[in-house]
């Protein structure tokens, strides 16, 4: 959080980092993918690690020097493994979606037929979107999701039935519901399918069986570790042994070059964190801070896709009150709470506009938030959707108050 030493170098830098700092600390942070890491995790993040090269495996390296990185990273992957029971685990993807490139990489060639969630029906960017290296290079077969924000199994096996795809994706960056990942394997197994589980969004609440877990199922597991997980930016994959040398191949040489090792460092401490009761508790209290947000928005008359969560996130429709995604997002970041623009099924307006607002519970229940909290941030941002037209200035000034207030309640990266 000092940067002093920064200072001495770069006094732009460090100005803007002071000023990020304060944002951070003086708003609530409703973004579903974002969190607050720990200063263990982010002090191995800018660790002398960021110095060294280590391709290869820990133990066969390309690099000499790397004892201390094998350890490490030996460290990371015995925690991921422990912490979600898997078989085997790849902790050097820089990103989730690099994760998903390299599983691409190993279970299909280019042209082969790919099943995934759609972008704008919840899916991410790369589960076959025609923008991204996996809609590009694969034919891509979407499903989404039903008038109740929830998916529809058996469509999915229709299709799947009717395409064969070689590869089948589930999970998503913006769904509410619990995913049934027992049936996707049954669709996989019937239609001769592989499963990859994308769960980015919901890895904190698997480890902590908040979540049902996809291990048993999936062939492969794909996670972010910065989303629910609290960790650095960055991926692992996770694989049944018979796939590990595939994946591992696939990592590096296939899509990556030297592994990140101090971010690897960092993934090890979070994942520690992880493992703890405490976790367990933070993960819980994510579902609870959800749930009474989403109650509270409904209580004020606003539409929430789903009528509710069963996890972290959920998204405001304002196709009823025509206003767009792009506007609120907008005036809530005035009053001090930070969201993002996203689709709702069906959305009669574009990816730049939208008519929906993502919410999630991760980062503020890192700060201490509970349930009567979100119960006063549902109504801040209700009061918002309610004046964006006139933007009354004196109105905005108070629901900022009220929304640094709590801020306040709970400080941030304070020592
Ligand atoms: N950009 C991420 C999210 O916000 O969900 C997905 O990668």
């Known amino acids: 959080m000092n940067t002093d030493i920064i200072r001495q170098t770069d006094k732009e830098v460090a100005d803007l980092l002071d000023l990020e700092l304060k944002r951070q600390q003086t708003t609530i942070e409703l973004i579903a993918s974002e969190n607050f890491t720990s200063k263990a995790v982010m002090q191995a993040a800018g660790s002398v690690l960021t110095n060294k090269y280590a391709e290869g495996k820990p133990y066969k390296r390309f690099y000499n020097g790397c004892k201390n990185a094998d350890k490490i990273e030996e460290l990371a992957q015995q925690r991921a493994k422990k912490l979600f029971n898997a078989e085997h685990a790849n902790v050097q993807p820089h990103s989730g979606a690099q994760a998903n490139m390299a599983v691409f990489?190993?279970?299909?060639?280019?042209?082969?037929?790919?099943?995934?969630?759609?972008?704008?029906?919840?899916?991410?960017l790369s589960h076959g979107s025609p923008v991204n290296f996996s809609g590009l290079y694969f034919n891509i077969v979407s499903y989404g999701v039903d008038s109740n924000?929830?998916?529809?199994?058996?469509?999915?096996?229709?299709?799947?039935?009717?395409?064969?795809?070689?590869?089948?994706?589930?999970?998503?960056?913006?769904?509410?519901?619990?995913?049934?990942?027992?049936?996707?394997k049954e669709i996989a197994d019937e239609t001769g399918a592989l499963l990859l589980a994308d769960i980015a969004h919901i890895a904190a609440l698997v480890a902590a069986g908040e979540h049902p877990s996809p291990f048993p199922y999936a062939d492969f597991v794909t996670t972010t570790t910065h989303k629910t997980l609290r960790g650095p930016r960055g991926g692992i994959i996770m694989c049944k042994e018979k796939h590990a040398q595939g994946i591992d191949k696939a990592v590096f040489p296939g899509t990556q070059g030297g592994p990140l090792e101090h971010i690897i460092a960092a993934k090890a401490v979070a994942l520690k964190e992880a493992l703890s009761d405490e976790f367990k508790l933070y993960a819980k209290q994510v579902v609870l801070n959800a749930k009474a947000l989403a109650k509270s928005l409904m209580d004020e008359g606003l539409d929430i896709v789903g009528n509710g969560t069963d996890n972290h996130l959920m998204t405001l429709d304002l196709r009823k009150l025509n206003k767009t995604g792009k506007d609120i997002a907008n005036i809530l970041e005035v009053v001090g709470i930070t969201a993002n623009k996203n689709t709702v099924p069906n959305d009669p307006q574009s990816?730049?506009?939208?008519?929906?607002?993502?919410?999630?519970?991760p980062a503020v229940t890192t700060r201490g938030f509970k349930e009567e909290d979100m119960v006063e941030v549902g109504k801040i941002i209700a009061e918002a959707v309610k004046i964006s037209d006139t933007q009354d200035s004196e109105k905005l000034k108070e629901l900022r108050a009220r929304s640094l207030k709590l801020c306040e309640k709970y400080p941030l990266y304070k020592d």
Do not use: Q, W
Request: hydrophobic share 35%; charged share 25%.
């Open 105 to 124: 990489l190993y279970a299909v060639k280019p042209g082969d037929t790919v099943m995934g969630m759609d972008l704008s029906n919840g899916g991410h």
């Open 149 to 184: 924000g929830e998916i529809d199994y058996e469509n999915v096996r229709e299709l799947a039935l009717k395409h064969r795809p070689k590869l089948i994706i589930c999970g998503a960056s913006n769904y509410s519901k619990i995913i049934d990942f027992k049936k996707f």
């Open 351 to 361: 990816p730049f506009v939208t008519s929906g607002v993502r919410l999630g519970s």
